[in-house]
């Protein structure tokens, strides 16, 4: 399993986590398909997690989930987000029994591409250290 603090973009369908959802946004539309946005994190770091059709409807705050061959890639512009993709799966494993963190939030740092390696990412500054859409309370 990984931990979140240790994400980086890719477009390989190799993600394997456990996180609680800490907050949800209200569904919207991408193109025909209901999509939200939610906050998840585990015991290193938080990160935006894209869910999709019915995956909006069948996770709530609290609810502890494991991610299964998930992606962790740009979304419009520069924002970095978690999800299933069409390849992962999304399962409900318990319910609000996890130690969790909300700093950093993976999702607000901006990568670039490695000098090393153009195809890999790297941290080049961080956005801001929380959630700038499920700020904190």
Known sequence: MLHLKDLVPT????????????DK???G???QEKTC??????E??????KLWGSECDAFEPGDIIRLTNGIFSKHRGNLAVL???????VEKVGE???AFVETPNMSEIRWGPDPSDSKKFIQVEVVSPYSRI????
């Open 25 to 27: 946004a209200s569904p």
């Open 37 to 42: 946005l939610a906050l998840v994190a585990d």
């Open 83 to 89: 999800r299933a993709g069409k390849r992962g799966k």
């Open 11 to 22: 477009v390989q369908h190799n993600i394997n986590a456990n996180f609680i959802v800490l």
């Open 96 to 98: 609000f029994t996890m």
């Open 44 to 49: 290193t770091a938080s990160v935006h997690f």
């Open 29 to 31: 539309k991408e193109g």
């Open 134 to 137: 499920f700020p904190p309370s």
